[in-house]
């Protein structure tokens, strides 16, 4: 245990560094492998399909939409997880898991737990800006079809590349998202738990802090 102050509760300034500290959290290997293979189905798929360019761009862009609904309709699910961890959350409990350091990260289980909550936010708003950009520069007539369109002597393969990269890249972000999304259900559940589980301790032990 060791006195919070101030100045580490504050240390962050952005929302990239708390997602940061987020990457410090370790991830189960089983997750690792499903995304590992996930993208190597989807490039095989990719390469070995009938599919010209143009079909892969139209099958990134439709999964870039489901995508994009998705994350936007599970934003406001993250939000109330939120939410309830802050509506539930006591000053003490609080205080108590600053003071006590996950091991395994190095981070307080305080900041350990928020920073879980909001690498979560973050990745899906990275997935919402991503497919505003492709829609704003990938779409047929749009600046990266264009740019593309001037190189005539590669223009095929580059268009072949890129849509299939597309289909990888995308393929991979929803699977990524949904695992995201389990995670962030089980944390929801632990934070409820531990602090249903602090309120024990203290009926089973008057005056403990």
Wanted: glycine share 8%; with cysteine.
């Amino acid at each position: 245990m060791s006195v919070v102050g101030s100045s580490d509760l504050l240390r962050e300034k952005s929302l990239f560094e708390v997602y940061r500290l987020g990457r410090r959290v370790p991830r189960k290997p089983a997750y690792k492998v499903i995304e590992a293979t996930t993208a190597v189905a989807l490039l095989l798929w990719a390469l070995t399909s009938d599919l010209t360019a143009s079909e892969l761009a139209q099958r990134a862009r439709e999964w870039g939409e489901l995508g994009f609904g998705f994350a936007t309709a599970i934003l406001g699910f993250l939000l109330a997880g939120f939410a309830i961890f802050t509506a539930m959350m006591r000053m003490d409990l609080a205080l108590m898991m600053a003071q006590h350091v996950h091991e395994r990260s190095g981070l307080s289980y305080l900041k350990y737990n928020l920073a879980v909550f909001v690498q979560v936010f973050a990745e899906y708003l990275a997935f919402v800006a991503a497919f505003v950009l492709l829609a704003l520069f990938c779409s047929p007539g749009g600046l990266v079809p264009a740019v593309i369109a001037e190189l005539p002597r590669y223009s095929e393969e580059v268009r072949f590349g890129s849509a299939a990269g597309a289909v990888v890249g995308i393929g991979w972000f929803l699977v990524h998202l949904v695992i995201r999304l389990q995670a962030f259900v089980f944390n929801v559940y632990h934070v409820v738990m531990t602090i249903i589980a602090w309120e024990a301790v203290k009926q089973e032990k008057p005056g403990y802090e």
